[in-house]
């Protein structure tokens, strides 16, 4: 299995970014998605989750209200809307997909730089 993510880039503060992932190699719509995110020297974070059952959703509270995760099984695609983005945004982000049963895959992540 696979998951490739794409749209990191450099943002200004306020500015938007849209990061999404594909998958292959595995059921999607069975699989729970996440986005975690690491900025340098310090631990990888939960970013934001969707699941597979009733596609509820989470976010962390520092991005709650700007950020929005969103999933599209035909397409095998999950996707983070981030705007209003703020220096504290700024880190790799990964996509993680997990099935509850075992299997869990990462992305080799997407860099999201924020500067002015």
């Known amino acids: 299995a696979r998951l490739e993510e794409s749209g990191g880039g450099s943002v200004q503060p306020g500015g938007s970014l849209r990061l999404s992932c594909v998958a292959s190699?595995?059921?999607?719509?069975?699989?729970?998605m996440s986005w975690f995110r690491q900025a340098p020297g310090k631990e990888r974070e939960l970013v934001a989750s969707v699941d597979n059952i009733n596609y509820r959703t989470y976010l962390l509270d520092s991005v709650k209200g700007r950020f929005t995760i969103s999933r599209d099984n035909d397409k095998n695609t999950v996707s983070l809307q981030m705007n209003r983005v703020t220096p504290e945004d700024a880190a790799m982000y990964y996509c993680?997909?997990?099935?509850?049963?075992?299997?869990?895959?990462w992305g080799q992540g997407t860099q999201v730089t924020v500067s002015s």
């Open positions: 993680k997909a997990n099935n509850g049963m075992g299997l869990v895959y």
């Open positions: 190699g595995l059921t999607f719509r069975t699989f729970a």
